[in-house]
């Protein structure tokens, strides 16, 4: 391999993946200034090298707050979460989405 091409290789490795969320996307670029569903967020950071930290991000969503559908006995909602992490200087790091489904079953 060329030195270029294994550049260009390490590169291709750590480039975030493709976002999913489209729509989810545009809202975290631009400024919200409500919460159309309230959230806590706590992080915690691990120092792994001088240079390097290993964050890990929870968000918490209280169940009075989301709409549950029925089917089969079982109450399911589904929250899909986008989140983008920048720099100090302002450069996207990474970005992450998920979406978290909530089951709830019946109670006997």
């Given at each position: ?17 493709a ?32 240079s ?57």
């Amino acid at each position: 391999m060329q030195e270029f091409e294994r550049i260009e290789q390490f590169a291709k490795l750590q480039k975030p993946p493709a976002v999913k969320f489209k729509d989810l996307e545009a809202a975290v670029s631009s400024s919200i200034r409500f919460n159309t569903l309230p959230f806590k967020v706590q992080t915690n950071y691990i120092r792994i090298t001088e240079s390097t930290v290993l964050t890990t991000v929870t968000i918490l969503i209280d169940r009075k707050d989301l709409q549950f559908t029925q089917k089969d006995n079982v109450a399911k909602s589904t929250v899909n979460i986008f989140g983008r992490i920048t720099s100090i200087a302002g450069r996207v790091v990474t970005t992450f989405e998920d979406p978290a489904v909530i089951e709830v079953p019946p109670i006997c």
